[in-house]
């Protein structure tokens, strides 16, 4: 009966070790959080101002009849696409054409009688310089070629006139673009000066762009611009602010900002433009946005050091949805807790999973 019970006491002896072991163990090992961690890096940063403004044409031509006549044919209409040089209209051109008919014949005669008048003027002058012919006579025929010569002159002028209006009767589109508007029919007869054709070139753009007043000191002509449009919002185009509007709009309170381009393909006038105006550029600490963490003191991010979360307070300045810019109380090149930031404490022991290069 002793001897059971001294075995049962070193049983019990044993158990009360070995729990005593067993908590000396948990106090001694400490429980780490997983986490993510990236390196803090330095990037230069652009500082923008973002419209939705308009296209405009910087080119929208009137085409109007240059001789007058009736229209006899119309070969383009509102909507079309033009290239310059296309045939838009044509008028009749009879009476043109009899004018240029009679040019030329006018001409024809004056070139026959100055080629005599020059002939008969060549023999008179072999002759005086044998002393054959009195120099009046050679005087009267030299005189008489200077006058069909003028007379020569007078009737090509009038002709290249009338060719000219012949050649009037067809309306030329002066731009590649659209017909914006056509104003004349078949069968209408059109007097000189009258606007026929209104059209609207999509070569050269300019997009105009509404900013807040109060950055008017900030904004000025040669700053980068980014554009782009709804239908193909990635495909952006650089371009340079052209200049500012003066007056600053009634109603809006904003100004105008002013950029001029080549149209980089399918934009189309008085469609929808989204502007990105570059307003400085300057090199920035950046971290992810997961890394920041909202506490009492204000917004911090924990840097890894050794196996522990070492919080930092951070002052954060520009913001995009991949990095935060952050102004004051981090350096570039420092190890920052991205995943797992929001279940830290200061002086936090962690274990790092996953180590990134950069933000």
Not at 71 to 87: N, P
Not at 130 to 145: I, M, N, Y
């Amino acid at each position: 009966m002793k001897t059971s019970s001294a075995k049962l006491l070193i049983l019990l002896l044993l158990l009360i070790i070995t729990g005593c072991a067993r908590d000396d163990e948990d106090d001694s090992s400490e429980r780490r959080t997983a986490v993510t961690v990236k390196v803090a890096e330095s990037r230069e940063l652009e500082r923008r101002e973002v419209s939705v403004g308009r296209l405009e044409t910087t080119s929208a031509p009137a085409v109007a009849a240059e001789t007058a006549g009736r229209v006899a044919r119309i070969h383009r209409d509102a909507g079309d696409q033009i290239e310059a040089g296309d045939l838009l209209a044509e008028l009749e051109g009879q009476p043109q054409r009899i004018a240029v008919n009679a040019a030329r014949a006018e001409v024809r005669r004056l070139q026959a009688l100055l080629d005599n008048e020059q002939r008969r003027a060549d023999r008179l002058t072999r002759l005086a310089e044998r002393q054959s012919v009195a120099q009046d006579q050679l005087d009267e025929a030299t005189t008489a070629v200077e006058g069909f010569e003028a007379q020569l002159e007078s009737a090509q002028a009038r002709l290249e006139d009338a060719e000219y209006n012949l050649e009037r009767t067809r309306m030329i589109s002066p731009v590649s673009g659209r017909v914006q508007r056509r104003m004349v029919s078949a069968g209408d007869f059109v007097s000189v000066g009258q606007v026929a054709f209104e059209l609207v070139s999509d070569e050269k753009l300019r997009a105009i762009l509404p900013l807040p007043e109060h950055l008017q000191d900030r904004i000025e002509p040669g700053l980068p611009v980014r554009l782009s449009i709804p239908a193909r919002p990635d495909e952006a185009v650089d371009a340079t602010l052209t200049e500012l509007r003066p007056a600053v709009g009634e109603r809006s309170r904003a100004i105008e900002v002013i950029v001029e381009l080549d149209n980089p393909g399918s934009w189309r006038p008085g469609g929808s433009v989204k502007g990105e105006v570059i307003v400085s550029r300057h090199e920035a600490v950046v971290v992810s946005p997961a890394s920041l963490v909202r506490r009492p003191a204000g917004q911090v991010v924990f840097v890894a050091e050794a196996g522990r979360a070492l919080q930092r307070e951070v002052e954060t300045g520009l913001r995009t949805a991949d990095h935060v810019e952050i102004v004051e109380g981090l350096e570039a090149g420092e190890k920052v807790v991205v995943d797992g930031a929001g279940f830290l404490s200061d002086d936090a022991a962690i274990e790092v999973r996953d180590e990134g290069a950069g933000s």
